[in-house]
């Protein structure tokens, strides 16, 4: 069974960093690309960040770009997310999701809450 | 803004049957698979449909996705008071580089 566990959450003041981790367990996690997908509440899915397998091409969303890394370590089965620069619009629950060809995610974690608030 | 366009809200009654669209370009849809996914408040996202209408294990067979050049539909038959939750549609956009969500349907069984 695929599992997608998210950890990291927490309430961070404006211009604070936190970083996620998402600890991934019931499939081969070194052939597959992940997502980082985000949704505040009471509003819809935003994607957020892609890595490959081989952390060979990354892309991001205009919103994040410039203050979010992504990044994975295959040989732990993780995946994460650095955030920097943190603002109150990032507030949200933030999804590892993992990805599907040529299609949105197939698999998705319980979500970590990140509040971003003075 | 979201990529994919989807209505705001859908109801039908407990038994009947209800379609979600969802549009998008050839970008996105036009050229890639679409996925439907169903949110149940307080919880994540759920996959209900791959690869435009293949279910995965253990999704019942009321649930039906389809496809049309840039356009795609989710099908609900017997609906149920459970069945009510946010739906959303996704894929890939090959000119973003980006995964893309539509802005979500919320279902309401009457």
């Known amino acids: 069974e695929v599992q997608l566990v998210e950890s990291g959450g927490a309430s961070v003041q404006p211009g ?17 690309s992940m997502n980082w997908v985000r949704q505040t509440p009471g509003k819809g899915l935003e994607w957020v960040a892609y890595i490959d397998p081989r ?24 995946l994460y997310l650095q955030m920097n620069s943190l603002r109150d619009d990032d507030t949200a629950v933030y999804y590892c999701a993992r990805a599907a060809y040529a299609s949105g995610p197939d698999n998705w974690g319980q979500g970590a809450l990140v509040t971003v608030s003075s | 803004q979201s990529a994919l366009t989807q209505p705001p809200s859908v109801s039908a009654a407990p038994g009947q049957r209800v379609t979600i669209s969802c549009s998008g370009s050839s970008s996105n849809i036009g050229n890639n698979y679409v996925s439907w996914y169903q949110q149940l408040p307080g919880t994540a996202p759920k996959l209900l449909i791959s690869e435009n209408n293949k279910r995965p294990s253990g999704i019942p067979d009321r649930f039906s996705g389809s496809k049309s050049g840039t356009s795609a539909t989710l099908g609900i038959t017997g609906l149920q008071t459970g069945d009510e939750a946010d739906y959303y549609c996704g894929t890939w956009d090959n000119n973003l580089s980006a995964v893309v969500f539509g802005g979500g349907t919320k279902l309401t069984v009457l």
């Open chain 1, 16 to 32: 604070g960093s936190l970083r996620l981790s998402c600890a991934a367990s019931g499939f081969t996690f070194n052939i597959y």
């Open chain 1, 55 to 78: 952390s060979s091409a990354i892309s991001y969303a205009d919103s994040v770009k410039g203050r979010f890394t992504v990044s994975r370590e295959n040989a732990d089965n993780s």
